[in-house]
Nanobody, 116 residues
Framework: QVQLVESGGGLVQPGGSLRLSCAAS????????ISWYRQAPGKEREFVAT???????MYNVAVKDRFAISRDNAKSTVYLQMGALRPEDTAVYYC??????????WGAGTLVTVSS
């Protein structure tokens, strides 16, 4: 079955960095784009970044120039390198894949807390 497992979250000070990982299984990873979303307390889930099958990237304007998404097809893993973190980046971060037919799959999320 399709599984997405996020890891790498934690507590970081403002201005710090973290790298999140999303390990995927149960589908042909190299054929699909993978996205990161986040949900802050009391807010709607929002798009963060996506990486296409060929490695192209798109970003939410709020994170562009601070975050970088990448993929390793040999490891079926997508990464989100986050830098210059701000308190407003505090959220649960989820990865997502939408397979043929439009069915979306989500991981359980990893919590990122940016605080001094």
């Amino acid at each position: 079955q399709v599984q997405l497992v996020e890891s790498g979250g934690g507590l970081v000070q403002p201005g710090g960095s973290l790298r999140l990982s999303c390990a995927a299984s149960g589908f042909t990873f190299a054929n699909y784009g993978i996205s990161w979303y986040r949900q802050a307390p009391g807010k709607e889930r929002e798009f963060v970044a996506t990486v296409t099958p060929l490695g192209g990237a798109m970003y939410n304007v709020a994170v562009k120039d601070r975050f970088a998404i990448s993929r390793d097809n040999a490891k079926s893993t997508v990464y989100l390198q986050m830098g210059a973190l701000r308190p407003e980046d505090t959220a649960v971060y989820y990865c997502d894949v939408e397979l043929d037919g439009g069915t979306a799959y989500w991981g359980a999320g990893t919590l990122v807390t940016v605080s001094s």
